[in-house]
């Protein structure tokens, strides 16, 4: 068990050193507009990565129920995420221009298609190998380490007054890459003995026939419509750092979205959680309120356009409040979810509310991309509003 303890903590530090340098909220939203790729295509990175690690979970779990060592399916999803972010940076090396943002686009979704591998098989590898009195202090230890490393390597590396070079992007997303094929090498160690295969062959038939609950269930129906509307406190963050960046492109600015996006849930995770022990409801009320009023006050900064020299250095604070926002959000509704829930119901409300949110977060941010065609500073308003009905509906719910 303590040899288990360290591989997998060391594995997952350094995949989250892979997400830091290449978090479609920050680096690669920023990428976008750097190659020479419309804007609007970073109104799509969120929700490709997020739905391509949700969808796809119904047929990937099922088949990695089918095997009794899963340890390799982690190592298979990091190593395949490894080697996207590196053609990543193949492409940034030698593209410029939309091909560059489309090639982005496709690589994405093979990163995030193999993120499902590793979110399914860590669950049970984790469970296998680490006892219960453990399990809690080797993902505190972890995000800890990891958040201590990611404070580093943004002081290292976001640093200087000038313009980085192509140069200096593709040794970003190599590094994230070799980052995450070392964690492939590392966790593949890991001494897993064989476990359960039940359920394997009937576990997508099962998944698709509880959808049903959506037409059945109406306070399942009312939770997963407020689930959806509130989804804006995430797709809004690529819409401040591509604001910032059409005004300058310093990497100290780049850098202060990395800082702000690993110290907002550090700050905030353990504040709302302790609020949703008492009311989730409420704690997405306020972290849904607080979103909605970030963005529409940015996206609305954006429309008025004043005269200020450091207007860009406003949307980094403001992409810290929407961090501490979604954070809460997304706290609040996991509470909810689990509260109301009883017995068996959670797999099934779990399972049917990702899927149906994987793929609206495709639909949404399909929309927020074509109104980011007329400006980016449209599509914070925009989401603002979605947000704003999101707080209304989350309003109506009942406490649980």
């Excluded at 007054?161 to 980052?179: C, E, H, K, Q, R």
């Excluded at 038939?205 to 509130?230: C, E, I, M, Q």
Aim: charged share 10%; hydrophobic share 55%; net charge positive.
């Amino acid at each position: 068990m303590p040899g288990n303890f360290l591989r997998i903590i060391v594995a997952n530090m350094l995949t989250k050193v892979g997400d830091l340098l290449t978090s479609p909220k920050t680096v690669l939203a920023w990428l976008i507009v750097a190659v020479g790729a419309p804007a609007s295509l970073g109104g799509l990175l969120v929700p490709i990565r997020e739905s391509g690690a949700l969808i796809p979970q119904l047929v990937i779990g099922a088949w990695v129920r089918r095997y009794p060592v899963r340890k390799g399916f982690w190592a298979l999803g990091a190593a395949l995420q490894g080697l996207s972010v590196m053609a990543m940076a193949a492409v940034v090396w030698h593209w410029q221009g939309l091909n560059a943002g489309l090639m982005l686009i496709a690589l994405l979704i093979v990163f995030s298609v193999s993120r499902g591998f590793c979110s399914v098989a860590m669950k049970d590898v984790q469970g296998k190998c680490i006892p219960k009195s453990r399990r809690g202090r080797l993902t505190g230890l972890a995000a800890t380490l990891s958040g201590s490393l990611t404070l580093l390597l943004s002081l290292l590396l976001f640093r200087g007054g000038s313009d980085p070079s192509m140069g200096f992007y593709t040794a970003l997303l190599a590094g994230a890459g070799i980052a995450w094929l070392v964690a492939a090498l590392v966790f593949i160690t890991v001494d897993e003995f064989p476990g359960a295969t039940d359920g394997g062959g009937n576990a997508l038939k099962a998944a698709f026939a509880s959808l049903g609950l959506l037409r059945s269930d109406k306070p399942f129906r009312h939770f997963v419509v407020t689930r959806a509307l509130l989804m804006a406190s995430s797709l809004a963050s690529p819409f401040l750092v591509l604001l910032a960046r059409e005004q300058a492109s310093l990497p100290t600015l780049l850098g202060s979205f990395v800082l702000a996006s690993s110290l907002a849930s550090t700050i905030s995770a353990s504040v709302w959680g302790y609020m949703a022990d008492a009311s989730s409801r409420v704690v997405m009320l306020r972290g849904g309120a607080l979103a909605a009023l970030v963005c529409l006050t940015a996206g609305g900064l954006a429309v008025w356009q004043p005269a200020w020299s450091a207007l860009h250095w406003l949307y980094p604070v403001a992409f810290f409040v929407l961090a501490i926002a979604h954070a809460g959000v997304r706290i609040g509704r996991k509470t909810y979810l689990v509260d109301m829930a009883g017995g068996n119901k959670r797999t099934d409300y779990t399972a049917v509310s990702n899927t149906v949110i994987g793929a609206l977060l495709l639909v949404v941010g399909g929309i927020s991309a074509l109104v980011a065609m007329l400006g980016t500073d449209w599509a914070l308003v925009v989401l603002g509003t979605m947000g704003a009905a999101g707080v209304a509906s989350a309003w109506r719910l009942k406490d649980v």
